[in-house]
């Protein structure tokens, strides 16, 4: 008989390699937002992956940026936390840009766990991809590391050889959720990032990191979930970006974020969103815990 297999997976990358999409795909569930906007993840966001083999828990994290930024020094500790607890690791890079800095450091911080480490070259279904530029880049930096697949987190181009690259060097295991789950994310924590998602996609000129969403209060009566939620900005002046000519703005982003609401949830969302400042939130340590650490 065929022991099961059980893992966490710390999927890793710089930023805007396409980590969240590729969770989506792999969970086959929307399960992190995804946005244009670079490091759009700031939590360690746990999608959950169940086959035959066994089960792997996923664990999205922000992109390794080099900057010295109180902010970004939060994600990092975010990414290198999901490192230290978990059993494998997925590397992912972009198959159409040639590694940089960024590149070069996070391989490095990868090389003492390749041989705990799949890479996946992603974006493959692009014009520009060069898949060969990116295996050279992995062989010379971490030649220990165990597979480099070429992956399109957009058509699921290998995506299912990927996960069984993993499965492969995973240890036997109990499975540590039941089969139905996809995700253990709570309803508001889902609630806000989906918020956040429309509001980012429609403000990323304007604000792209200068906000973060708010569940200030949800009750729930038979079959309709009630939320009210705020948008906080840094700033009084960023509120109009939010609120836009006559209201336009806020509306245009609750609407689209329950439609994508209605997508994941069975059941019925009133939405009441406002906004409000929080001012220089990104320099206070308090707020940014609650922000990059709680999951409502």
Known sequence: MMLKKSAFVAIIGRPSV???????????????????????????????VNRKDGQLV???????????????????????RAL???DLVLYVLDACRAAGPEEE???????????????????MDLPSADFNRAKEFVCARAPEIRKIISVSAGTGLGVEELIEALFQIAPEGEALYNEEY?????????????????????LRQE???????????????????WVRAFIIVERESQK???????????????????????????????LDLRVKTGKDWKHNDNTLRKIIEKKF
């Open 18 to 48: 396409g980590k969240s999409t590729l969770l989506n795909r792999m969970c086959g569930e929307k399960v992190a937002i995804v946005s244009a906007v670079p490091q759009t993840t700031r939590n360690a966001i746990r999608g959950i």
């Open 58 to 80: 996923f664990i999205d994290t922000p992109g390794r940026h080099v900057s010295e930024k109180k902010f970004n020094k939060k994600l990092m500790e975010v990414s290198s």
């Open 84 to 86: 230290e607890e978990s």
């Open 105 to 123: 450091q996070t391989a490095a911080l990868l090389s003492p766990l390749a041989e705990k480490t799949v890479a996946a070259v992603n974006k």
């Open 182 to 202: 996809y995700t253990d994310q709570e309803t508001g924590f889902r609630i806000a990032e989906i918020i956040r998602e429309q509001a980012i996609n429609r």
């Open 207 to 225: 604000l792209p990191h200068s906000l973060y969403v708010q569940i200030a209060d949800m009750e729930f009566h038979e079959s309709l979930l």
């Open 240 to 270: 109009g970006m939010v609120v836009g000519k006559g209201g336009e703005m806020i509306k245009a982003i609750r609407l689209a974020a329950l439609k994508e609401l209605k997508r994941i949830f069975d059941w019925k969302i009133d």
